[in-house]
């Protein structure tokens, strides 16, 4: 639709209060990364459109403007608040890699004209700064960073902010310092309020704790966490015990006293801040909680490396903008803003029927984004997605890139509605709409080819000389309806297909035959499990060693598998009750239904069960190893998968992310990251020749 030129220009429409002050934070937020490092998402129109929604709001509700707001202020305003602050609330400076933290850790000793004594390294929390004052062990303020010298009293948010306790452990008179954000399911639970309230959805976590946090009398409440970075006396020249304690004590100390009084620390996850005496300890943390990110019930956009001494910190002193005795090590942006161009519907392998969002190309986290999981309809629904929406997506490591919710600000009133398929978008039969993922009524039918392909595949039961057209060909005469029929198809069978002369029949064959021997990790990955690829698989069958045990298994076994939850192990548990057919054609078939090598418990002994997936004691044993970049020598031949299965047929963990655990890397040419992370880590790193050598016996 074009815009009729003589219109007033466009402007957000904001529905109620708190899109107000989600709107003014988004505001602020955009100048303040537009004037600071010129990074804001907003281009100028969504900026100059958004402002101009908050005015309106503004006209129409006088009482609740906001001190914040970018209204009428140069460059959208120094954020200002009305209660001052005790001491200021700075900012960090940052640095982006290893060679620019060195810089900094080295100007920083010139400075002192010693070595730092001790670095304690955090994470960055991603949420907003506030102080919370106690008197006499009772929180009775609640104040935002504001400008850092003067913040706004939210106060009223006292009571709905998790590890921020209203009293303490002790009845002391502090001034805590830290971050309130949203975890994810806060995140989720919030928006499905709002939808519920007035349809529309907060655009991030971020956004949505800064509403969240600064809103008075919504109907809804939001509950918000907080994690303590650091603790002030108060008032700041108190001198009482507590006051020159906090004054002295090591950083790392104040925060063991600050989780003593009940307060949340990210102590408690997995990103807890750690001592450290040398710059390379500092590098393989700030590696390590990178590599924690993707896996975080909360945001971090960074790593923050502290003083940890008193007299270091006191030494360093101040700029006008921030500490110079930390440092904030910034990590690539996880979360970006871009357009909802489309969205296509697909029908899987297992007959779910699932949304992809089509996005303009985004640059995130390393890579460029142009796909985005939707779930289903429900969740579309739910976050009230448009098409020409501009959306968050959040990518971390390997996560597959998500779209988060849409950015309602940003409307300009040309948004379209998302078509919903009425039929399965690849037979055309009907949907079932009964689950939250709607399934094509006839299952993994619909798509037999797609999972006989996939069944026969070189990772799974490598049966060679079936190809596509193959498969199709025998579905169409009706010889087979899924894979387990292949093993009964006879030789005659065969030699009647077209193009199928005697060779091609015997080589099918004997392929046929061998496949009937592959492992129990291949079989069990070839049924096609949601949520069970190639690795789960193999972590499945050496678990349970032999598929009558995984057809036992209840959902609580079946989650004692690393890396199954209480959301996946249902799914697998109702999945397999749905291949029963399937699973018992293959034992009739002879198919080899267990696993090498995997120790079970003698019959009966109930208490033999941790005995069950224990491997022998082979080379491996007790091992986690990581395979990266392109295997040679001996292993040149070899796919990823069949790498990964050598480590564990040599008693070994096979895993893709390298940390501290790590025992060995095997890196073959153009190994890159995960090699040099294994050199920071000082993780042992082997070649393809070294390793092959070391499994010999395996290969
Ligand atoms: S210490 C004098 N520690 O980062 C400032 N800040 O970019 C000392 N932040 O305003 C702050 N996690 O809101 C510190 N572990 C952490 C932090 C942290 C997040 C925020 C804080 C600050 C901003 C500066």
Redesign the pocket.
């Known amino acids: 639709m074009m815009r009729d030129m003589s219109e007033t220009p466009p402007m957000t429409a904001i529905a109620d209060e708190t899109a107000y002050a989600e709107a003014v934070q988004l505001a602020v937020d955009a100048s303040a990364a537009y004037y600071g490092d010129g990074t804001s998402t907003l281009d100028d129109d969504a900026y100059d459109r958004l402002v101009r929604g908050i005015e309106a709001y503004e006209a129409g509700h006088p009482d609740q403007v906001l001190p914040t707001s970018p209204t009428g202020k140069v460059a959208g305003g120094a954020v200002v608040g009305d209660v001052p602050h005790t001491v200021p609330?700075?900012?960090?400076d940052n640095v982006f890699g290893p060679d620019q933290l060195a810089a900094w850790a080295a100007s920083l000793e010139r400075r002192l004209d010693r070595p730092v004594t001790a670095w304690s390294v955090?994470?960055?929390?991603?949420?907003?700064?506030v102080s919370a004052r106690y008197r006499r062990g009772r929180l009775v303020q609640l104040v935002t960073?504001g400008d850092g010298q003067a913040g706004e009293d939210v106060s009223h948010s006292i009571g709905t902010i998790v590890g921020l306790p209203e009293r303490l452990a002790e009845p002391v008179t502090v001034e805590l310092?830290g971050?309130v954000m949203m975890t994810t399911a806060q995140f989720a639970d919030a928006c499905a309020k709002r939808q519920a309230h007035d349809g529309t959805t907060f655009a991030n976590p971020r956004s949505a704790a800064a509403g969240t946090l600064r809103t008075k009398d919504r109907p809804y409440v939001c509950e918000l966490t907080f994690?303590g970075?650091?603790a002030l006396p108060l008032p700041p020249g108190d001198d009482s015990p507590l006051a020159v304690r906090l004054r002295e004590l090591p950083h790392s100390q104040i925060m063991e006293w600050v989780a003593g009084q009940g307060v949340q620390t990210?102590a408690v996850t997995p990103v807890a801040?750690v001592l450290v005496s040398d710059l390379a300890a500092v590098q393989a943390r700030v590696e390590e909680i990178a590599a924690a990110r993707a896996d975080l019930e909360f945001g971090i956009d960074g790593i923050?490396v502290?003083c940890d001494l008193a007299a270091d910190q006191a030494a360093a002193g101040f700029s006008s903008r921030?500490?110079r005795w930390?440092v904030?090590y910034k990590l690539p942006a996880t979360e970006k803003i871009t357009k909802l161009l489309a969205v296509e519907w697909n029908t899987g392998r297992t007959g779910i029927i699932a949304p992809r969002a089509v996005l303009e190309p985004v640059e995130l986290d390393g890579s460029v984004v142009t796909y985005a999981t939707l779930h289903n309809a429900a969740d579309i629904a739910r976050r009230g997605l448009m098409i020409g929406d501009s959306v968050t997506v959040y990518k971390a490591g390997d996560v597959i890139p998500r779209v988060e919710a849409p950015v309602v600000h940003l409307r300009t009133g040309d948004e379209t509605p998302i078509d919903i398929p009425q039929v399965c978008p690849s037979c055309g039969d009907a949907i079932d709409a009964g689950q939250e993922r709607w399934r094509c009524v006839r299952g993994r039918a619909c798509r037999a080819i797609a999972s006989i392909e996939y069944a026969v595949g070189r990772d799974q039961l490598d049966i060679e000389g079936l190809a596509v057209n193959r498969i199709k060909q025998m579905l169409d005469a009706d010889l087979i309806t899924d894979f387990a029929d292949l093993f009964f198809l006879t030789r005659d069978q065969l030699l009647a297909l077209d193009r199928m002369g005697e060779t091609s029949t015997d080589n099918l064959l004997a392929a046929l035959e061998r496949a009937k021997a592959q492992p129990l990790s291949r079989v069990f990955c070839a049924l096609g499990v949601r949520g069970t690829g190639r690795s789960m698989s193999r972590r499945i069958a050496a678990h349970f060693g032999t598929m009558d045990a995984i057809r036992a298994a209840d959902a609580a076994a079946i989650q004692q598998v690393e890396g199954i939850g209480p959301e996946k192990a249902p799914v697998v548990v109702a999945e397999l009750a749905e291949l029963d057919p399937l699973i018992d054609k293959l034992i009739k078939a002879g198919v080899n239904m267990t696993q090498p090598g995997v120790v079970r418990p003698p019959a009966g002994d109930s208490d033999g069960a941790e005995a069950a997936g224990e491997p022998l004691d082979l080379p491996l044993s007790g091992m986690s190893v990581v395979v990266t970049g392109t295997m040679t020598g001996p292993l040149a031949a070899l796919s990823r998968n069949e790498v990964n299965e050598l480590v564990e047929r040599a008693g070994g963990k096979a895993s893709s992310g390298v940390s501290a655990k790590t025992s060995l890397v095997v890196a073959g040419d153009k190994a890159g990251s995960k090699r040099t992370k294994a050199e920071t880590l000082g993780v042992r790193v082997a070649t393809p020749e070294e390793f092959a050598e070391l499994v010999a016996a395996f290969l």
Do not use: I
Not at 122 to 129: F, M, N, P, S, W
């Open positions: 609330m700075l900012s960090l955090e994470a960055k929390l991603d949420g907003l700064a960073r310092r971050e994690f970075y650091g990210t801040g923050v502290k921030a500490p930390a904030a």
